[in-house]
Nanobody
Framework: QERMVESGGGLVQAGGSVRLSCAAS????????MGWFRQAPGKEREFVAG???????IRYGDAVKGRSSITRDAANTVYLQMSDLKTEDTAIYYC???????????????????WGQGTQVTVSS
């Protein structure tokens, strides 16, 4: 069972930045495509960003495109840097891992088998 732990959330002012981290406990981390999703109260889970394991292909959700960056390192950690935060970015942010997604299916949460517990990001106006 793969395990992911997110960190880096908190209270941020609108216009500010946040860097989220997701540490994965797997020896085969590089095989997995990793994704970030978020869920705000009363809303469906939304795709934020994804990065493939094999060739580093990256995709972003429309709501964060242009102000977000997803990266991964060799130490089993994936990061999500978001800037110019808006109050509508307030949500619980989850990282997820999948061996099945490709660059065309990053947005499908059902394709991700392993999920972290989430980290809360609150953007104040």
């Amino acid at each position: 069972q793969e395990r992911m732990v997110e960190s880096g959330g908190g209270l941020v002012q609108a216009g500010g930045s946040v860097r989220l981290s997701c540490a994965a406990s797997t020896r085969t981390f590089n095989w997995y495509s990793m994704g970030w999703f978020r869920q705000a109260p009363g809303k469906e889970r939304e795709f934020v960003a994804g990065i493939s394991g094999s060739d580093g292909i990256i995709r972003y959700g429309d709501a964060v495109k242009g102000r977000s960056s997803i990266t991964r390192d060799a130490a089993n950690t994936v990061y999500l840097q978001m800037s110019d935060l808006k109050t509508e970015d307030t949500a619980i942010y989850y990282c997820a891992a999948s061996l099945l997604v490709n660059e065309n299916t990053f947005g499908d949460a059902n394709a991700f088998a392993f999920w972290g517990q989430g980290t809360q990001v609150t953007v104040s106006s």
